[in-house]
């Protein structure tokens, strides 16, 4: 999500770069952010090397972390190690999941290219990785009325055609937006209509 908000800076941990999803469900991530290197990212797209990459099965069958060198998946196009000709040779692997219907997944892969990720740092970016987890929930208590207001901002009606074309009162339209709002911890309108189109809620 635009200016999510993190509270450890993963290229301090990461110094060779990192790829981080979180709410991965039946379609694209919530929030993506790759800073792993260019060159690498250009021969992982090309090569289509995701289908078969260990990291990606362990972080899609497995909660918790991981460090790269002890993930026991088969690695028949070494993937593992081209990527350590671009100086991500040593890494960690998070990923967390709701336990409910939706099960939706995040993860993050980090790594380094001197020395293995200590305990504690492994640590610190799982609690980083479940906070945001869990920061990103998409609100389930929208009610219908507050969703077709904020469909209707982000068609840029303003409040008097909201309410024409509602046939409510302005007032009654603030009320929805301002429950939106709320729910979806948005500092106004149009950030709430963006963060719920973002979740699929609209």
């Avoid at 945001?132 to 303003?158: F, I, Q, R, S």
Wanted: proline share 3%.
């Amino acid at each position: 999500m635009k200016g999510l908000d993190t509270s450890l800076v993963f290229s301090d941990f990461a110094l060779a770069g990192h790829y981080l999803a979180l709410r991965v469900g039946f379609a694209f991530p919530v929030f993506e952010q790759n800073e792993l290197p260019i060159e690498w990212v250009k021969i992982y797209t090309s090569q289509g090397f995701m289908l078969h990459d260990p990291l990606m099965k362990w972080v899609y069958t497995h909660t918790g972390a991981v460090r790269w060198s002890a993930i026991d998946i088969e690695d028949p196009r070494e993937i593992l190690r081209l990527a350590s000709t671009f100086s991500l040779k040593y890494g960690v692997a998070v990923s967390c999941v709701d336990n409910d219907q939706t099960g939706q997944r995040s993860f993050g892969t980090f790594a380094r290219s001197d020395r293995e990720f200590t305990d504690e740092e492994i640590h610190q970016l799982s609690e980083e990785i479940l906070r945001l987890h869990v920061e990103t929930k998409p609100p389930t208590n929208l009610t219908n009325a507050e969703k077709e207001v904020l469909a209707m901002v982000k068609n840029g009606l303003l409040l008097k055609q909201m309410a024409v074309e509602l046939g409510v009162s302005q007032g009654a339209v603030k009320q929805r937006l301002k429950n939106a709002k709320i729910k979806l911890k948005a500092k106004n309108s149009a950030q709430a209509a963006a963060k719920a189109l973002e979740y699929g809620l609209i």
